[in-house]
């Protein structure tokens, strides 16, 4: 059984998912989290005699190997890593909602402090693609920015939803790094540079991603699923009742290859194979645990998997020595996965038991043997999928006084994704007591919920994209079979939708020349429908013309607002800064009242004082409410650059992208709307 080398139990809370190593003088391994009240603290046990304490840096009262770090925010991310050539050991980064700072410990210097309009729920530092210098590249509110060791901002590109989680990782094996990006609408998105490569779907939020080896990640998501990805491929996944707080990738059977190391909401810490999810050592912390990271924390050459919980317990472990390689766990573990193969074996033997029973029986000899659940031997399980308009009132129901051959089960898929249907049909006579499970897996395509019956009547879209592709009609013909559920015999690109889910008509029309047209009023189906199509036929660059005049009346009433609230913004600030100074006049005056004894006027500049702390108070609310309107409606217009540039395929998307990002910093309003239409300003 493997056991800690060391145990701490730290004085200080540890916020999830924030936890990181740092040698800042450049030798010496430090532990840094996220704690309470905005700060960072930073365990040193290594250099007890030297006490620094300047600037942001402070001692901590509870422990003497602790440092605190004021940031004066609530911490939503931090790592450390070599940022700059001319520090001297790792930089420490730390991002909040607003801000993005990069502090030398060592020198208790900052080294940049910026603003970050679209916030920073997380980080990650190390170079990418053909970018020269590391970068620490921070995910926000759809958007993802990085930056060098200078603070000068070198990297810039939107994202679908708000960013949950980073890793750098050679996806491509082309030898330079890509970036992966989990994020609130259950992708993960892959970016060499700003040009997306691929992206796979989940089902829920992608919370945590590591990078194993290769080209090979681990994830972990909302629900609880932590798993392997090889590439585009899934090699395993497993599911848990409880909440997957930190992965972590680490040898700790020391067999040459690292395993997923995975830190559980209820304490647990499991360490599985990367290859089957096998589970090959697990321990216990007595609270949540908040963060997994690795270092040479004992200086004796050996790296640690170093372990944390949010109450501030902290455990090391080494790898297994030659002896103990294979059995980490230890007999009570051994025994309970004896118990659970034995209640496997009891199981099949009661499925052999009734395959028995129902071998001996005749087809139709009597009531009693049909109860058995024989069945006809040539029995099959046929599907059949097809589009209809629901009404609410439709489930699936089966009476039992009414069996029937056939059931149907109306399928509803919340977004354009390819589903696969894992069904399991119970099949056997009216009077069977046991039946026959069939199991068939169907996979729906990806646009499946357009029907091709059209009301006459219904409004038609005004929004269009139009692109030119060199290839054949039945190409098309054949996109279109492979990804909606269309009729046999449909042969001609030109066909008109219904869609299901919200309405409203999906027009596809294609020239003789090539020239395709969609036309739809919602600006992510289109993206859908152009990125589905460039896939298929193996467009690399792909140039777009579009035009959504209701989406672009509504993007356009969203900037007005941002530049209403951005005002009301510096006026707030500006107020706050007049009231701060009289709250230090006023103050200043009432402690020179008590000194003089001039109870009076001391009382009557208290007064004052409580009055003006709670107009602070109450003006501060209307700041945070302000600044919260303010995200959701930059929000809105990076997913507005994002859909505009999901129109477009390869360079040209990335072109557009930037292009839209420029125009909006230059407040062009008119260049911005000219490039989502055109793909460029000069237009």
């Known amino acids: 059984m493997l056991v800690p080398i060391f145990t701490l139990k730290l004085n200080h809370k540890i916020n999830p998912r924030m936890v990181a190593i740092g040698k800042y003088d450049g030798i010496h391994p430090c532990l840094t989290a996220a704690t309470q009240a905005g700060k960072v603290f930073i365990h040193n046990p290594h250099t007890r005699g030297q006490r620094p304490a300047a600037h942001r840096l402070s001692q901590s009262t509870q422990d003497n190997d602790i440092s605190l770090l004021n940031i004066n925010q609530a911490v939503s991310c931090l790592t450390a890593g070599t940022l700059g050539p001319n520090t001297t050991g790792h930089t420490l980064l730390v991002g909040s ?375 054949r009609p039945q190409r098309v013909v054949m996109w279109l079979n492979q990804n909606f559920l269309l009729p046999e015999g449909i042969d001609s690109p030109d066909i008109t939708f219904t869609a299901l889910r919200g309405g409203g008509l999906l027009k596809i029309n294609m020239q003789p020349s090539g020239e395709i047209t969609l036309r739809t009023d919602d600006i992510d189906l289109a993206g859908d429908l152009v990125q589905s199509l460039a896939s298929f036929l193996a467009i690399e660059d792909l140039q777009a013309e579009a035009d959504f005049p209701i989406y672009f009346k509504e993007l356009r009433a969203t900037l007005t607002e941002v530049d209403e609230f951005h005002s009301v913004h510096q006026k707030l600030t500006a107020a706050m800064a007049d009231h701060s100074n009289y709250i230090r006049n006023m103050l200043v005056q009432a402690e020179d009242a008590r000194l003089m004894g001039d109870w009076r006027n001391m009382k009557k500049r208290y007064i004052e004082l409580y009055d003006l702390n709670r107009d602070l108070i109450n003006e501060y609310k209307i700041r945070s409410n302000n600044h919260n309107a303010l995200l959701a409606r930059l929000k809105s217009v990076n997913q507005a650059i994002q859909r505009a540039g999901r129109l477009r395929v390869g360079k040209l998307k990335t072109q557009v992208i930037t292009a839209c990002r420029d125009a909006i910093k230059n407040n062009n309003i008119n260049a911005l709307f000219k490039i989502m239409k055109a793909g460029t300003a000069s237009s």
């Open 97 to 471: 909602q607003t801000n993005l700072l990069a502090y030398d410990v060592h020198d208790n210097t900052d080294i940049f402090y910026k603003e970050v309009t679209d916030g920073a729920n997380a980080i990650v530092l190390g170079k990418l693609g053909d970018i020269q210098s590391p970068l620490a590249i921070i995910g926000g509110n759809c958007a993802l920015q990085g930056f060098d060791f200078e603070g000068n901002d070198q990297f810039w590109t939107v994202t679908g939803d708000n960013v949950r989680s980073l890793v750098l990782c050679d996806f491509t094996a082309d030898g330079k790094n890509e970036l992966l990006v989990g994020s609130d609408d259950f992708d993960i998105r892959v970016f060499r540079e700003d040009e997306l490569v691929t992206e796979m779907a989940e089902n829920e939020t992608v919370t945590s991603l590591c990078h194993m080896h290769g080209s090979r990640f681990g994830y972990a998501l909302a629900n609880g699923t932590v798993g392997v990805y090889d590439r585009t491929a899934r090699y395993w996944r497993i599911k848990s009742k409880n909440h997957a707080m930190s992965i972590h990738a680490f040898d700790l059977n020391a067999d040459g290859v690292v395993e997923l190391i995975t830190g559980w909401s209820n304490g647990k810490i499991d360490a599985r194979s990367d290859r089957t999810g096998e589970v090959i050592f697990k321990d216990n912390f007595s609270s949540s645990v908040a963060g997994v990271v690795e270092g040479d924390y004992r200086m004796d050459g050996q790296i640690q998997l170093i372990c944390t919980s949010v109450e501030g317990e902290v455990r090391g472990y080494l790898p297994a020595s030659k002896e103990m390689k294979g059995n980490l766990m230890d007999a009570s573990v051994e025994q309970d996965l004896i118990r659970e193969m034995s209640q496997r074996k009891q199981n099949l033997m009661l499925e052999l038991r009734n395959y028995e029973e129902n071998a001996k029986a005749l087809p139709g000899v009597s009531e009693g043997e049909s109860k058995m659940g024989v069945i006809p031997a040539n029995t099959q399980l046929q599907t059949a999928l097809s589009v209809r308009r629901a009404t609410e009132s439709q489930r699936a129901h089966i009476d039992a006084q009414n069996l029937s051959g056939c059931v149907r089960v109306p399928i509803i898929p919340p977004k354009d994704i390819p589903v696969d249907l894992h069904i399991k049909a119970f099949v056997g006579g009216k009077t069977s007591t046991q039946f026959h499970v069939f199991e068939i897996t169907r996979q729906l395509p990806r646009f499946s919920m357009y029907d091709l019956n059209v009301d006459p009547s219904a409004v038609q879209p005004t929004g269009k994209v139009t692109f030119s592709i060199n290839d």
